[in-house]
């Protein structure tokens, strides 16, 4: 079984509708993080939590929010969808080790799609 | 502000032609520079981390070195399985744990 895991795989919707994308992890990691990525772009940070109670705004989350229901659960928000928003949507996780770096496993994605 | 360039943004090699990849780095303090690979319509897979200047990290056909404003990713005699987008990110002392990634380098070898 996949140890980070993305629902949904793919999903179109509609401008203004809101939608949630869901992400669940089995590596026991604290640290979980939301990405979008667009070709040309690169990966870029939508939020990103440290733990259940601590939840940070990363570059680019205007006209996103999260919600960390648990330590391996990690939904982002879409409150009204617009088509710039359609893109490729990423969950990352990686482990706490104090005076260590941090490297990131990365789920499979959600291919997001607004028309 | 931390910022990542990699080149060239796309490479096609014959299998069996080593090449490398750069990037290029400018950050407050490096904690770490990590590579990733992505396959097409997949999420990144860590390859490797380097701290320090001067460390190098191989496996298989990859070895990435670093030095204090670039690293390298070099693929030695690559096979069409190596075939991938590799991405460059790199994490600051001061970042929290967070990465800034490179846009990446799209690598085609052809049979």
């Known amino acids: 079984d996949a140890d980070v895991t993305q629902t949904p795989r793919n999903r179109i919707t509609k401008t203004g509708k809101r939608i949630m994308l869901e992400c669940s992890q089995t590596?026991?990691?604290?640290?979980m993080y939301w990405y979008r990525q667009d070709p040309g772009l690169g990966l870029r940070l939508i939020y990103y939590s440290f733990d259940v109670k601590d939840i940070n705004k990363g570059e680019i989350s205007d006209g996103y929010s999260v919600s960390r229901q648990a330590q391996a659960k990690f939904s982002l928000s879409l409150e009204s969808a617009i088509p710039n928003q359609t893109a490729l949507y990423f969950c990352?996780?990686?482990?706490?080790?104090?005076?260590?770096?941090?490297?990131?496993?990365f789920g499979p994605g959600t291919r997001l799609t607004v028309t | 502000e931390d910022q990542v360039t990699q080149s060239p943004e796309a490479l096609r090699l014959q299998e069996g032609e080593s090449s490398s990849l750069n990037c290029s780095y400018t950050?407050?303090?490096?904690?770490?520079l990590f590579w990733y690979r992505q396959d097409p319509g997949k999420g990144p897979e860590f390859l490797f981390t380097l701290y320090s200047a001067g460390e190098e990290k191989e496996k298989e056909r990859l070895k990435a070195t670093l030095t204090k404003k670039e690293s390298f990713l070099h693929i030695t005699a690559p096979k069409p399985e190596d075939s991938a987008t590799y991405l460059c990110a790199v994490q600051a002392a001061d970042s929290w744990g967070k990465l800034q990634f490179g846009a990446g380098t799209q690598v085609v070898v052809t049979p």
């Open positions: 950050v407050s303090g490096l904690r770490g």
């Open positions: 990352a996780t990686s482990p706490s080790r104090q005076g260590s770096s941090y490297e990131q496993y």
């Open positions: 590596k026991g990691h604290d640290r």
